[in-house]
């Protein structure tokens, strides 16, 4: 087991009240070693790139996804009535933050929207609970690079009758998301920046390979 998830499991007992700051910088170092890799990859955009973050090794993880629900939570704008995301990386995540946010006594729905209507029943694009029309919703999603998947959430639950008051990330990967959330006229809030992962990630490869020799 590395350092960094040991890390994260020692403290484990008080994730759920750890100061916020701290959880932030064990978050990232979770980013770090699960999520972060280099390489040649593919993106889901069309893009090429020569690094690739898998966001769900993080929101899956037990200590992570709680960490990501607290962090969260506590970036949302004081009138949010429920959270949505674009399934299926911000599935984990609305759930996290719903979750929490009932530990801490505030009630946040929960909603997730397909890319496709689904082709029975309802055929309905968001699901979760039905909200009182012009609720306001936050979008959250796990990596923004061009932006696409929030704005369409956004869209769709615009066209169902919501107010989308914003967008919050965990990682900004600075390809056009937050240019093209400022075209939508939506607030655009991240817990971390690609250049952030980056040199935090290449500190821990200097600190092991220290180690090493």
């Known amino acids: 087991m590395t350092k960094i ?7 484990s007992d008080s994730i759920a009240t750890l100061d916020l700051d701290k959880l932030r910088q064990q978050l990232l170092d979770l980013f770090c070693q699960v999520a972060y890799q280099e390489g040649d990859f593919l993106l889901s955009s069309g893009q090429r790139s020569s690094y690739y973050i898998n966001g769900k090794q993080v929101t899956l993880h037990a200590w992570g996804g709680l960490a990501v629900g607290r962090l969260l939570q506590s970036m949302l704008p004081s009138e949010t ?43 309905a694009y968001i699901e979760g609970p039905l909200l009182a029309e012009a609720s306001t919703i936050t979008v959250l999603e796990d990596v923004v690079t061009t ?9 769709r639950l615009q066209q169902a009758g919501y107010r989308v008051n914003g967008v919050v ?16 006229g939506l607030p655009f809030q991240t817990v971390f ?3 952030e992962i980056q040199q935090r990630f290449a500190e821990l490869a200097g600190e092991r390979m220290k180690d090493e020799g």
């Open 5 to 11: 998830r040991q890390s994260l499991m020692d403290s």
């Open 147 to 155: 932006g696409g998947s929030a704005l369409k959430a956004a869209e």
């Open 81 to 123: 009535e429920a959270v949505a995301g674009l399934t299926l990386g911000a599935d984990p995540i609305v759930t996290a933050v719903s979750v929490v946010a009932a530990y801490e006594g505030r009630s946040l729905p929960a909603l997730i929207i397909r890319k496709e209507p689904k082709g029975h029943g309802t055929r």
């Open 169 to 184: 990330a965990l990682v900004d990967r600075h390809q056009g998301g937050a240019e093209l959330y400022q075209q939508a």
């Open 193 to 195: 920046s690609i250049h």
